[in-house]
Structures are given as structure tokens and as C-alpha cells.
């Protein structure tokens, strides 16, 4: 049988070999024993894996090669892949942040839970981190009440799979892995991983550094199908928790995150996206009367076409700067 780890780091890799140094010195830098780091190559066209693999060596890597089969499919085979006690998920373009693995085994040793819940930052190249919002976590002890407090009452988007580091027996048991053929594994996850867990600790310095608007990246290529597929997946939850109005409002509130902060398609998708939210909203008010129903609808209206005018407006405003910097740009060459 093989050494248990304590910590199983899972990396799934795809087209990412000009990203991978952020990620691989953090790794190095942490110099801790009893970690395992499992590289799930997502069947990659360029040569991810080994720059991946050849940066860290001198470390305890396990590497795994698949057809392109999605990101969940990569998480899940690299669940199964590994030893450690503990598994944490870390997104190949991102980073962990000084003494992250340090201050893990630390509250890890103290209160073997469930499930370690952490801070992240936001990190930009441009700009660097985004200072994070203070908080002091002090979650409900009913498990729905604690559910609705992490995903609602929080300041930071607690819908990513990278904030949870989870006992991988737990896991195993509870069989939480990702949802195949979706394009957002993390939310539906995310609930499940919640409402099974029986202890959740947390993890007050943030670990996690998330590179935002990456170039390339899935959110930065958001488009109208991945929009509707996941309003479908949060109208299938809707209904499932029809009766917990505070986490139904969570879950819109993640879609309406979606089209604001991602999405640029083009005129002709936008109808499909409308269509996608018209079934969505009327749950989100909790409500069977046909007036509230109506009303949402026409909310949504608005709402939807208010964003849409406003992407328009920022996308002229930026080919005006772009054009004003390119000539400038010219002048002092």
C-alpha cells in the first residue's frame, strides 16, 4: 500500500504551459514534507504536463494523461489518484500564497475536520492583490443555516471548489465528485460538499491566490451556451431547494456574478440567455403567484438589457482607449 499523505494537492492541466511558474514556485517555496501533488494532463496540445512536472522534480508528483474529457473529469481521476489524507484543488493558472501549506497543516493537526474552509485573494499581473474584505467567520451551528451563511453572508464568493480542502475518506464516502458534461462543476459541488459535511473549520489567513480575467482562461471565454447551462443547472437546484429562499437567492445572485463579470456574446445569443433567465427568476422570488411571477420577468427584462447596453458601452469606451493609446503609442516610436 502507499505512504499516506497528508495532503494531496490535485492539479488538473490543460493548455496551460505558459502559466504554470506562479503555480510551481509557490509549491516550491512552501518546503513541507507529507505532500502529494497528482498532475492531471486534460489531454493538453501543448506541453503542460512536463513543464508542469520538470519544474517540481525534486517533490513527490504523480502524473496522470487523459483525453480532454473537462475539468470534472480531471478533478475526479485525480480524486481517485490519490493518497493523502486531505485533498486540495489548485487550479493550474492560480497560486498558493506564503506559508498556505503551513497555516493548512496547522488548523488541519488541531481540528481534523470535514472540510477546511480558507480565504483567497484576488491577483491581477497589472495590478497585483486586491486587498480582501475583514470578516470573522462565525457560522450557525444547524447545518442548512450554515450552508446559507457561507454561500450568502460572506463578502467573497464562496462557490469554488479551490476554497474547500476536504478529507478525502469524506469524500470518498459521501461520493462528492464532479458533475461530468457540465460547464459549472463547482456549483452544484459546492452545495453537496456543504450540506454532507459535519465539521467545516476555517482557515482566517488567506492561502489561495486567484488570477483574475486571465487571458485564455474559461471564465474570460464565458459565451452564451455556458450562461444557459448553467442558468439550467441553478433552475434544477432551484427547485430542489425551493423551500430555503436565502440560498435560492444565493444561487441567482451567482448566475446574475456570471453575466456581469464574464460575459461578452454577441447580439444574436443574447435571446437564448433571456429565455434561460425567464424560467430562472420567477423561483428566485419563491413564489407561486402568477403577479410575482410576472413581475420578475419584467425585472429580469430590464435587468438583462440594462447589462447588455452597459457591456456595449464598455466595449465602445475601449476600442476608443485602445485606439487612443495605439496612436500614441505610434507617435513616440
Not at 514534507?33 to 522534480?57: Q, W
Not at 462565525?138 to 474547500?164: F, V
Not at 429580469?300 to 466595449?315: D, V
Request: proline letters at 5%; aromatic letters at 12%; glycine letters at 4%.
Amino acid at each position: 500500500m502507499p505512504t499516506t499523505k497528508k495532503l494531496s494537492l490535485i492539479i488538473p492541466l490543460h493548455n496551460v504551459e505558459k502559466h504554470v511558474k506562479n503555480a510551481t514556485n509557490s509549491i516550491i517555496n512552501q518546503s513541507l514534507e507529507g505532500l502529494e501533488i497528482i498532475l492531471i494532463d486534460d489531454g493538453s496540445t501543448d506541453n503542460s504536463l512536463n513543464a508542469f512536472a520538470n519544474s517540481l522534480s525534486e517533490l513527490d508528483v504523480v502524473t496522470i494523461s487523459q483525453p480532454n474529457k473537462g475539468l470534472s473529469a480531471a478533478r475526479n481521476a485525480g480524486i481517485l489518484k490519490a493518497t493523502g489524507e486531505y485533498l486540495l484543488f489548485l487550479d493550474a493558472d492560480d497560486f498558493l500564497l506564503p506559508s498556505a501549506l503551513k497555516n493548512i497543516f496547522k488548523m488541519l493537526n488541531s481540528n481534523n475536520p470535514d472540510v477546511l474552509f480558507g480565504r483567497y485573494l484576488k491577483w491581477n499581473p497589472h495590478t497585483g492583490f486586491m486587498k480582501p474584505p475583514d470578516y470573522d467567520y462565525l457560522p450557525p451551528n444547524d447545518n442548512k443555516k450554515r450552508t446559507e451563511y457561507i454561500l450568502s453572508a460572506l463578502p467573497e464568493s464562496s462557490w469554488n471548489a479551490w476554497r474547500y480542502i476536504c478529507k478525502r475518506r469524506f469524500i470518498l464516502e459521501k461520493e462528492l465528485f464532479f458533475e461530468v458534461g457540465i460547464l459549472c462543476e463547482d456549483v452544484p459541488w459546492t452545495l453537496r460538499l456543504l450540506e454532507s459535511a459535519d465539521t467545516i473549520s476555517f482557515l482566517k489567513t488567506p492561502f489561495y491566490a486567484y488570477y483574475q480575467y486571465r487571458p485564455g482562461s474559461i471564465l474570460s471565454n464565458v459565451n452564451s451556451k455556458r450562461l444557459v447551462d448553467l442558468n439550467a443547472t441553478i433552475l434544477d437546484l432551484l427547485n430542489k431547494y425551493k423551500s430555503r429562499p436565502v440560498l435560492c437567492r444565493s444561487l441567482v445572485k451567482q448566475s446574475f456574478y456570471y453575466i456581469n463579470e464574464y460575459c461578452k456574446f454577441k447580439k444574436y445569443d443574447r435571446i437564448k440567455v433571456l429565455e434561460s433567465y425567464r424560467e430562472v427568476l420567477p423561483l428566485y422570488k419563491n413564489s407561486n403567484f402568477l403577479l410575482h411571477q410576472t413581475v420578475s420577468k419584467c425585472q429580469n427584462f430590464i435587468l438583462f438589457y440594462g447589462l447588455s447596453l452597459g457591456m456595449f458601452a464598455s466595449k465602445i469606451v475601449y476600442k476608443r482607449y485602445k485606439s487612443v493609446y495605439n496612436n500614441m503609442y505610434k507617435a513616440i516610436q
